[in-house]
Structure formats: C-alpha cells, structure tokens
C-alpha cells in the first residue's frame, strides 16, 4: 500500500488558515520526501468559490509542482486533478514530458474534466460539455505521451502530426478521476490509474464506486490489474489545530488500521488530505505508515 499526501496549494491551507506561499509548500513536501511517504499530490483550481459567495485564490498547481520536482528526489509527483479545460492537450503532453525529465521519471499525469463553474466564468472557459471535450483531450495526450505521432480531428480539438520532441524518458502514468458511465470508459480505455475521493474510514460508496470500476474494466477487456486503484481520505492531527477541520477526517492515530480496511478493498494508493497542511502533521502520517509496515 503506497501512501501520499496533499500539499497546500493556496488560502486556507497556510499558516492560521491563511494563505500558503511556496516556503509552505516547499516544506510540506519536503518532509513527505524525506519521511518515507510515496507520493505528492496538487489540486488544481484557479480560485474556489463557496456557497456563500467567498472566493478564495489558488497559486498555478503546474508550477508548483515543477518546483517540486527539483527540491525533492524520492516522492513520486502529481495532480489530483489537472483540469483539462485550462491546457490544451498538446500543451499538457508537452509539459508532463518535460516534468517527467526534471523529476527523474516520478510524475503521474492525474487529469480530470473539471467540475467548478466560477472558476470558468472567471476566465471565460466553456462550461458545456465538459466530458465531450474531455473525452477528445484525454485521447490526444494519452496518445502523445505514450510516444505515438498524433492525427486527430475532432470537435473540440485538432492535432496533425503531432508528437513529442524530446520524448518522455519514462512512460508517464495517467490517473483519471471520476465515476459517472461515461468517465469510467474513459478510465477503463485510457488510465493506468483511477481515483476516487475524499472520504474517511472506508464505507458503502467506496465499495460502490471501486465495483463500478470493476464493471467497467470487463466491460472493456482489460484485466483487473491494469488500473491501479487510488482514493483520497482526510486525516487529522489532532494535536494541532485545524482551521474549518473536516467532520469525515479520521485521526491519525487510526491511520494504520483505516489503510488495511482500504487495501482489503483492493486500494493500491492512499492519497491523503492532511489538518493541517504542515510538515508536522505530514510527519505523523510517515510515522502511522511505518506502523503499518511494521
């Protein structure tokens, strides 16, 4: 079972609840690479806006995490997820080739179709169909990144003979997010991961959603284990305090026995949100997962 964590990525995950700035997030990751933890993670959002209307700030995930790629040396690297409405497709491939050569070969390519429709009004981004538009993206990278010279016309997007030069080193990993039928197609055609969040202890929709991944592998005629199972859990330190701490959030402590409930799901990959976002807190979740493997 492979353990990661969330890094702050802008208000509400700094210091206070404030505003994280990259000496927050460089030391978030810092101490995931230097404690045994597997992964790190970046959501990926240019603001969020609240059900009563506070908008708060996000810095650019991709940049960060190229800066991340060259401070640690060890965790593997990703987005949880990259909004496939904010690159174009040949953009993305590109820079996940280039990450890829920074960081030694540890990036996962997590895409999703987005969801968050202030963020597109803000920007003047299309907010219709998403998956439509997605399901033309995620073919274009996927084929690009696996080294293949692209023709491709669609309705939203169109490549001609394309490809990516220099190559990726390594073979880069696709995590899709999602659920709906036509999301898992795609997950089931396409992905080396999949990913479903956020939750606690393990319960009824998980086992929902990882069937309806199992479903949609037989239905395509990929063997079970092409697609490695990911989902993202909250975890609390309760020795610090949390600024608008998460109801669902397990306490460390219970950590090791919650990861042995989702591996015995089948879970390969736990993705963990983390209250706070601090080294400390990341530290303790190091700690928790050496018990397990003890």
């Known amino acids: 079972?492979?353990?990661?964590?969330?890094?702050?990525?802008?208000?509400?995950?700094?210091?206070?609840?404030?505003?994280?700035?990259?000496?927050?997030?460089?030391?978030?990751?810092?101490?995931?690479?230097?404690?045994?933890?597997?992964?790190?993670?970046?959501?990926?959002?240019?603001l969020y806006r609240d059900p009563e209307g506070q908008v708060f700030g996000m810095?650019?995930?991709?940049?960060?995490?190229?800066?991340?790629?060259?401070?640690?040396?060890?965790?593997?690297?990703?987005?949880?997820?990259?909004?496939?409405?904010?690159?174009?497709?040949?953009?993305?491939?590109?820079?996940?080739?280039?990450?890829?050569?920074?960081?030694?070969?540890?990036?996962?390519?997590?895409?999703?179709?987005?969801?968050?429709?202030?963020?597109y009004e803000a920007f003047g981004l299309p907010t219709d169909h998403r998956v439509g538009r997605f399901t033309e993206w995620l073919e274009i990278v996927a084929r690009l990144v696996r080294g293949e010279t692209v023709t491709y016309e669609g309705t939203y997007y169109k490549v001609r003979e394309a490809n990516l030069d220099p190559a990726p080193p390594h073979q880069i990993p696709i995590l899709v997010a999602g659920h709906r039928p036509r999301m898992m197609q795609l997950v089931a055609q396409w992905a080396d991961a999949w990913n479903t969040a956020w939750y606690g202890a393990p319960n009824l929709q998980v086992e929902e959603r990882l069937e309806t991944l199992r479903q949609a592998l037989v239905t395509a005629n990929r063997p079970q284990e092409a697609v490695a199972r990911t989902a993202g859990i909250i975890v609390r330190d309760p020795d610090q305090p949390s600024h608008d701490p998460n109801p669902n959030a397990i306490p460390v402590q219970d950590l090791p026995e919650i990861s042995t409930a989702y591996q015995n799901l089948g879970v390969n990959h736990l993705i963990i949100s983390p209250e706070p976002m601090t080294p400390t807190a990341i530290e303790r979740i190091a700690q928790a997962k050496q018990q397990l493997a003890n």
């Not at 810092?30 to 990926?44: N, P, Y």
């Not at 940049?63 to 497709?89: K, Q, W, Y």
């Open 1 to 46: 079972m492979k353990i990661g964590v969330m890094l702050p990525l802008g208000a509400g995950d700094g210091p206070d609840g404030g505003m994280a700035g990259w000496k927050d997030v460089r030391a978030a990751a810092e101490a995931a690479d230097q404690s045994g933890l597997d992964s790190v993670w970046l959501a990926d959002h240019f």
């Open 59 to 119: 810095h650019d995930s991709w940049t960060l995490l190229s800066a991340i790629a060259a401070v640690t040396s060890r965790v593997e690297l990703g987005n949880m997820v990259l909004c496939a409405s904010f690159r174009d497709p040949g953009l993305t491939a590109k820079m996940a080739a280039t990450l890829d050569e920074v960081s030694g070969g540890r990036l996962t390519l997590g895409v999703g179709a987005g969801w968050h429709d202030p963020e």
